[in-house]
């Protein structure tokens, strides 16, 4: 779903290259180890939403529906560029029409064949704004988006409605037969071919279309190396392996238990009693003075993902209108005092808007991000000042109490604000007030990639109507920057362009980058071998027992 840890710009300039010119395939379907028995319990927490790929944009349901799916392209464990995994070719001459093969002979979990026509038709459901997908402005490069997709004009609080699309496709999408399908896009697009990792863009089974959305999430049917067997809320969501998949890489266990904890204390007490296989994130308890590399020794993990925590402001509420008001509070929070004393050194304070491991970031491009509390009451004053409490809200059920308590006392005592944190039980229920716009307040968020460009770090987040512009942030001349910087006709040249847009960014601070993430894991004792993937998540299908 999202891209690699350790790619550079080198790495990252040549990806599409490599899937458009070459038309490779994955290849070594008949490398992998013969699959075997077995079962693991791993950590996760209670999706958003029912498991629709293009209706799921946060990390929770994110990491099951990627094990569930396989798109066109993958992004490697390692780090390397961007390679073709259900596409047999993705070839281009202009950057604008693609010509797609897909393999043949893949089955979905119901036993019928992946085809061209479960892309389009996948990609055209998204893509009509009424089906209300999250995800549906990421085909907004797809000729034919603005006559599918339409925007409420005065907001979700506004009396107006989005007007009705005038239609239900994209014109861009063209089944040519049942391996091939034909891409148009508005304009040249370099970065296209790299996103199509992405669960945005995972193909449906014909049985999607046969049921409601959320239905068929419950039970959803997919392509990937395991299959869905049940969901019981707050509880447990069973996998187990999928017996057809005849791609890269098969499943060498059989059974996947996601355990969805409440709190990541208790499922670390798991994983050092064996009781739970795998704990992606480890909580801040047990970094104080390293105390997880005793407690789990080799079976304790380190590294780092392209990933970034921020706060949010919720832009629909008057209170934070203010540009200078946001600055202020950016200024006021002393990043590394929180890396050095709430995370042991295990996390960088935050300098730039894209987080630096990702191909086209510019590192120290975020002047918010300075620590200036003698700046930051000056911008408070002319801002108007700030009347009535400012409480900051977190997910409780991740370890992120101790570093949200430390903002908000920063705020407090670097401008005299009554400032607070507070937590919201699950994620799911947090999730769900974010996209109602119903926060009260700034609220922990972070940005986990989702596939190897910087683009990828604007249009979602702070491009007008964007999947992920959860807070309602709007400026004309970042749209038209991003869209300029999106139709260039190189990777290095949108790159460049993307430069100008995050400039205007900075300047409105629609968020508060705070730190990058380091990442420390454990395993349980049974486990034989394991790999990450490119952000971080277990990759199952390289577990051994």
Same mark, same amino acid.
């Given at each position: ?261 409440? +709190?990541?204390? %208790? ?6 009693? /064996?009781?739970?296989?795998?704990? &992606?994130?480890? #909580? $801040?308890? @047990? ?41 202020a509070v950016s200024l006021s929070i002393n990043r590394q005092e929180i890396s ?64 949200? +308590?430390?903002? %908000? ?6 401008? /005299?604000?009554?400032?607070?944190? &507070?937590?919201? #039980? $699950?994620? @799911? ?117």
């Open positions: 779903m999202r891209v690699s840890k350790r790619a550079t710009s080198a790495i990252a300039l040549s990806a599409a290259a490599a899937l458009v010119a070459s038309g490779c395939s994955s290849g070594g379907e008949g490398e992998t180890a013969a699959s075997g028995d077995g079962a693991i319990v791993i950590h996760g927490v209670q999706p958003e939403n029912p498991l629709v790929p293009s209706n799921t944009t946060e990390t929770g349901g994110g990491k099951i529906v990627d094990w569930l799916f396989t798109g066109l392209v993958e992004y490697p464990n390692d780090g390397g560029a961007p390679r073709n995994a259900l596409a047999e070719s993705i070839n281009t001459t202009d950057s604008k029409v693609f010509t797609i093969k897909i393999k043949k002979g893949t089955k979905f979990h119901d036993g019928t064949e992946v085809k061209s026509k479960n892309f389009v038709d996948a990609w055209n459901w998204a893509a009509y704004s009424p089906n209300g997908a999250q995800n549906g402005s990421f085909f907004s490069d797809i000729q034919g988006f603005e006559q599918t997709y339409t925007s409420d004009p005065d907001g979700a609080d506004g009396p107006k409605k989005a007007p009705a699309p005038t239609a239900e496709k994209m014109s861009g999408l063209k089944v040519v037969d049942e391996q091939t399908f034909e891409v148009t896009l508005s304009a040249p697009t370099a970065v296209f071919p790299t996103k199509l990792g992405y669960s945005a863009f995972m193909p449906l089974p014909d049985a999607f279309f046969t049921q409601k959305p959320d239905e068929f999430g419950k039970n959803p049917i997919g392509n990937g190396p395991v299959k869905f067997v049940s969901w019981a809320d707050n509880s447990l969501i069973k996998l187990t392996r999928f017996d057809d998949y005849n791609l890269r890489d098969k499943m060498k266990i059989k059974d996947v238990d996601v355990k969805l904890y409440q +709190d990541e204390t %208790a499922a670390y007490a798991d994983v050092l009693s /064996n009781n739970l296989d795998f704990l &992606e994130s480890l #909580p $801040t308890s @047990a970094l104080a003075g390293d105390k997880w590399k005793t407690d789990l020794g080799p079976r304790g993990r380190n590294t780092v993902t392209p990933t970034t925590a921020l706060i949010a402001f919720p832009m629909y509420d008057k209170r934070f209108q203010n540009a200078k008001l946001r600055r050095d004393k709430i995370f042991f050194g295990t996390r960088k304070p935050a300098d730039s808007w894209a987080n630096p491991l990702t191909p086209g970031a510019k590192p120290g491009n975020c002047t918010a991000c300075k620590f200036d509390p003698t700046t930051a009451k000056q911008l408070l004053t002319e801002a108007g000042g700030f009347t009535g409490e400012m409480v900051f809200y977190y997910n409780s059920d991740s370890s992120h109490k101790d570093w949200m +308590d430390a903002v %908000a006392q920063q705020v407090k005592t670097n401008l /005299n604000i009554e400032a607070r944190a &507070e937590g919201v #039980p $699950t994620f @799911a229920v947090f999730r769900q007030n974010v996209n109602a716009h119903a926060m009260k307040g700034p609220y922990r968020a972070a940005w986990q990639q989702d596939y190897p460009d910087v683009e990828n770090w604007i249009n979602p987040l702070y491009v007008t109507g964007g999947s992920s512009n959860d807070g309602l942030y709007s400026n004309p001349e970042v749209d038209a920057l991003a869209k300029q910087a999106s139709a260039a006709p190189s990777l290095e040249a949108s790159h460049e362009a993307f430069t100008k847009a995050v400039e205007k960014i900075d300047q409105d601070v629609p968020s508060i980058p705070i730190y990058f993430y380091g990442q420390q894991s454990g395993h349980s004792e049974k486990i034989k071998k394991l790999e990450l993937n490119n952000v971080g998540e277990l990759d199952i299908t390289s577990v051994e027992l």
